[in-house]
């Protein structure tokens, strides 16, 4: 029998397929991360003081100058919520 006969897939091409395919899996997920809805104010108890020395202005997740990535609306820089994450410093 001849390799013609018996094609055969080499382990290269496996890997290269298999990593595409989770390449290809990790941008999806990407995608439906970023096409998430924001939050309403009312559901994260947004406040437009501070909280314990926490404002949004500390905030990984603020937009200057009054927005925020999670949250939807008008954010003060010296806003408070439950998803307050310190920017890292």
Same mark, same amino acid.
């Given at each position: 029998m001849t390799k013609e006969n018996h094609p055969h897939t080499?382990?290269?091409? $496996?890997?290269?397929?298999?990593?595409?395919?989770?390449?290809?899996? $990790?941008a999806a997920r990407t995608e439906t991360a970023r096409a998430e809805p924001m939050l309403e104010q009312k559901d994260v108890q947004y406040q437009d003081q501070p909280k314990d020395g926490k404002h949004c202005s500390l905030c990984t997740y603020f937009v200057a100058p009054n927005a925020c990535q999670q949250v939807k609306g008008q954010?003060?820089?010296?806003?408070?919520?439950?998803?307050?994450?310190?920017k890292a410093t």
């Open positions: 080499s382990r290269r091409t $496996i890997l290269g397929t298999g990593l595409a395919l989770v390449a290809a899996g $990790i954010i003060s820089p010296n806003g408070y919520c439950g998803l307050f994450a310190p």
